[in-house]
Nanobody
């Protein structure tokens, strides 16, 4: 299984970014998918998760109302739309397939 994140970068506060995570697993649709993030000096934390067919989503309190997780099972891809970004959203963002497969991470920096 290979997971490749993309879409990170530098954005000003209040801006938006859309992260993508493409999976090689042909049974992608069977797995719950999650986005985590890790800021310097902090532990990795769950940002959002989505069930295998997208019927259920969960968000950390810190991103509720600003971030949206979605998936396209036909493309083996999960997305994280991030709006109204804040400097405290700065972190490396990782996608996770099921309980054990991680991507390599993509850097998101929110700064003016």
């Amino acid at each position: 299984v290979q997971l490749v994140e993309s879409g990170g970068g530098l954005v000003q506060p209040g801006g938006s970014l859309r992260l993508s995570c493409a999976a090689s697993a042909f049974t992608f649709s069977r797995y719950d998918m999650s986005w985590y993030r890790q800021a310097p000096g902090k532990e990795r934390e769950l940002v959002a998760s989505i069930s295998s067919f997208g019927g259920a989503t969960h968000y950390a309190d810190s991103v509720k109302g600003r971030f949206i997780i979605s998936r396209d099972n036909a493309k083996n891809t999960v997305y994280l739309q991030m709006n109204s970004l804040k400097p405290e959203d700065t972190a490396v963002y990782y996608c996770k397939l099921g309980n054990k497969h991680w991507g390599q991470g993509t850097q998101v920096t929110v700064s003016s």
